[in-house]
Every structure is written in C-alpha cells, then in structure tokens.
C-alpha cells in the first residue's frame, strides 16, 4: 500500500491543535491530531451543502454568499456552478495553510474554484464576518470545524450558540438561506435555529454522494420574509 506523505502543517489560531495535510497517490487527507477531518474521496456531503442552499435562493440571480470554511473548496465550487455570473462569493478561512494548500496542492481536485473572478478570500475568522454583516447576504454556508459538535477550536462554538445564530440571521437578506453542515446529527441544535427565528430543514446525505459512505447532516434555516402592506 502507498504510504501518506505530509504535505504541510499548521497550527490553528487560538487553539493547540494542529492541521495537517497529508496524500497518498491522487487522495488527499486533512487531519487534525490524527483525526480526519476530510478526504478528497469523500466529499458528497459538501457538494450538497451547496447544492441544496442554492436551490433555495435560485430566484436570485445576483446572489451575494458566504461560506465559513475552505476545506478542499468542495463547497465553494459546488456553489459556483449553481450561482449566477452576477453573484459574489466570500470564502473565510480561518487557517491561512489552507488556502495555501488549495492554490498548490488541491486547486485541481474541486477545479480551481479560488480563481473564479466571483470568489474573494478572506483570511479570517467567518464570526467576525457574520457580527459586522448586517443584511448583507442571501446564503451562508457553515462548513465549519465538525458542524455544532465542534473538534478543532472551542471559540467556534460560538457559532452555534444562540448568539451566533442570532449573527447570522442578522446577516442574512429577508428570505435568505443559512445552511450548516454536520459530521452527526443534533436535536437540540435544530431547536436553537427554531428559537432564532430560521424555518429549518434538516437533510441527510451520504458523505460520498450516490456513492454512498456515512451520513452526514445538513440544516436549511430560512430567516423570515417581512410580510407585505396591509390592504
């Protein structure tokens, strides 16, 4: 069998752990502490984060999106297939290795997504985005440590917590779609996005896609569209 070869390492900000990137032929694995945390084989999961949330604002066609989390740019290129030639895309990532990482070792795997003239990288952490983004998105995708039973960095519970919740529906435009991805489903997480006011969905899906693999959850929370004048 091929042996993994370590690519390159980083530690995570306001944490002690640290992210690595390994491969073993044409596979790609990113891991922390020995955990992994995605593979290049499997990524059906974070086609349909982006799939599914887009199919929800199809009617804009100048949609403006933020998505929480690089990862191997599954996300951001799933999205970019589904979004209009007039939309914008905010990609926040934490760690710059990643972002690194994709530009040298995984840009071919997901077809380059962080070259499309629609895509901006930011090099931050997507809470700070989502505290000071009033109104200003119509879809947030949080792809974001391992989804509200996080692994990798304890400041990211913040982002599930009825505060960050409360963010992001803030951020979002009336009607507008926060769609989150999780390696394992939670109840009382789908009662928080209620109480924040989203309408919620929660979907299973196969982390390989039709290829099948381990399920994976993902929530589509709506926040609410102001009603109408009165007659």
Same mark, same amino acid.
């Given at each position: 069998?091929? %042996?993994?070869?370590?690519?390159?390492?980083?530690?995570?900000?306001?944490?002690? @752990?640290?992210?690595?990137?390994?491969?073993?032929?044409?596979?790609?694995?990113?891991?922390?502490?020995?955990?992994?945390?995605?593979?290049?084989?499997?990524?059906?999961?974070?086609?349909?984060?982006?799939?599914?949330?887009?199919?929800?604002?199809?009617? #804009?066609?100048?949609?403006? &999106?933020?998505?929480?989390?690089?990862?191997?740019?599954?996300?951001?290129?799933?999205?970019?297939?589904?979004?209009?030639?007039? +939309?914008? &895309?905010?990609?926040?990532?934490?760690?710059?290795?990643?972002? @690194?990482?994709?530009? @040298?070792?995984?840009?071919?795997?997901?077809?380059?997504?962080?070259?499309?003239? #629609?895509?901006?990288?930011?090099?931050?952490? &997507?809470?700070?985005?989502?505290?000071?983004?009033?109104?200003?998105?119509?879809?947030?995708?949080?792809?974001?440590?391992?989804? %509200?039973?996080?692994?990798?960095?304890?400041?990211?519970?913040?982002?599930?917590?009825?505060?960050?919740?409360?963010?992001?529906?803030?951020?979002?435009? %009336?009607?507008?779609?926060?769609?989150?991805?999780?390696?394992?489903?939670?109840?009382?997480?789908?009662?928080?996005?209620?109480?924040?006011?989203?309408?919620?969905?929660? &979907?299973?899906? #196969?982390?390989?896609?039709?290829?099948?693999?381990?399920?994976?959850?993902?929530?589509?929370?709506? +926040?609410?569209?102001?009603?109408?004048?009165?007659?």
């Amino acid at each position: 069998m091929i %042996p993994w070869e370590l690519l390159g390492s980083a530690q995570i900000s306001g944490s002690g @752990e640290k992210l690595c990137l390994f491969r073993r032929g044409r596979e790609f694995s990113i891991r922390v502490n020995g955990c992994e945390l995605m593979n290049s084989r499997a990524h059906g999961s974070e086609d349909a984060l982006a799939d599914l949330a887009c199919a929800r604002i199809a009617d #804009r066609d100048r949609a403006h &999106v933020l998505i929480g989390g690089l990862g191997m740019g599954y996300t951001a290129a799933a999205a970019l297939r589904r979004l209009g030639s007039g +939309s914008r &895309v905010v990609v926040a990532e934490l760690v710059p290795a990643v972002v @690194e990482w994709n530009r @040298e070792f995984l840009a071919d795997l997901a077809g380059r997504p962080l070259q499309d003239p #629609r895509v901006t990288v930011q090099e931050a952490d &997507v809470a700070g985005i989502l505290r000071t983004g009033h109104g200003a998105f119509d879809m947030i995708l949080l792809d974001v440590d391992n989804g %509200p039973a996080g692994l990798t960095r304890k400041a990211n519970d913040w982002l599930y917590s009825p505060s960050g919740l409360e963010a992001a529906y803030t951020a979002l435009t %009336p009607g507008g779609v926060l769609a989150v991805w999780s390696a394992v489903p939670d109840s009382a997480f789908t009662k928080r996005l209620s109480r924040a006011g989203f309408r919620v969905e929660e &979907v299973r899906v #196969r982390a390989r896609g039709s290829g099948g693999g381990g399920r994976h959850t993902i929530w589509l929370a709506r +926040s609410r569209t102001p009603a109408g004048p009165g007659p």
